[in-house]
């Protein structure tokens, strides 16, 4: 069965930089059958969807997001990675990894496993 | 920018009965690229439904999806207690290639 699972510091300062990793398994990162993205949620409100990454590594932001947003993979650990630069109060929020589908019907356009989210709260 | 704009924002049923959950998009969703979540306190959303209407593996009859163009349905035909959650849309295509509606909380009356 398919896991992912998020990990990385919970408490960042305004300006600095959140990094976040998702470790997959039950699955390989390099198929071609999947991506791999990442999504938030602030606290009590919805969901809004950062960027995904390809098994061949090319990648696709939010434009709202796109300068300070990179996402990474690490294929000898089955992971991949989130680095969002220059965060404010606005960044704070639960974020999640998720895997699309990128075969069969409607491919590519919903995510079918989430990870468990870890909440990330920027304050000094 | 394509908005997604849900109602009612929150629905007040009691089990049993049926509930309508709608998603409107600002622009025409292309191929019915729709998704609808499940979302329980704490938890991960959970697929429930794509192509609009297409039910995810794992989820029973009793929800369905409807829908085209830019006014999409899910319809929940006798509602559960494990149904009492809140619901989101998601559309896919339009920039910024993923946008998700704002939520529908359906509670226990």
């Known amino acids: ?124 | 920018e394509i908005v997604l704009t849900q109602s009612p924002g929150t629905l007040s049923l009691s089990p049993g009965e049926r509930a309508t959950l709608s998603c409107r998009a600002s622009q025409t969703i292309t191929s019915n690229y729709l998704a609808w979540y499940q979302q329980k306190p704490g938890q991960a959303p959970r697929l429930l439904i794509y192509g609009a209407s297409n039910r995810a593996t794992g989820v029973p009859d009793r929800i369905s999806g409807s829908g085209s163009g830019t006014d999409f349905t899910l319809t929940i035909s006798r509602l559960q207690p494990e149904d009492f959650a809140v619901y989101y849309c998601q559309q896919y295509g339009r920039s910024p290639l993923f946008t998700f509606g704002q939520g529908t909380k359906v509670d226990i009356k």
């Open chain 1, 1 to 124: 069965q398919l896991q992912l699972q998020e990990s990385g510091a919970g408490l960042v300062k305004p300006s600095q930089t959140l990094s976040l990793t998702c470790t997959v398994s039950g699955g390989s990162i390099s198929s071609v059958d999947y991506s791999w993205s990442w999504i938030r949620q602030p606290p009590g409100k919805g969901l809004e969807w950062i960027g995904y990454i390809y098994h061949s590594g090319g990648t696709y932001y939010n434009p709202s997001l796109k300068s300070r947003v990179t996402i990474s993979l690490d294929r000898s650990k089955n992971q991949f990675s989130l680095t969002l630069t220059s965060v404010t109060a606005a960044d704070t929020a639960v974020y999640y990894c998720a895997r699309r589908k990128m075969s069969g019907d409607d491919a590519g356009s919903y995510f079918d496993f989430w990870g468990q989210g870890t909440l990330v709260t920027v304050s000094s």
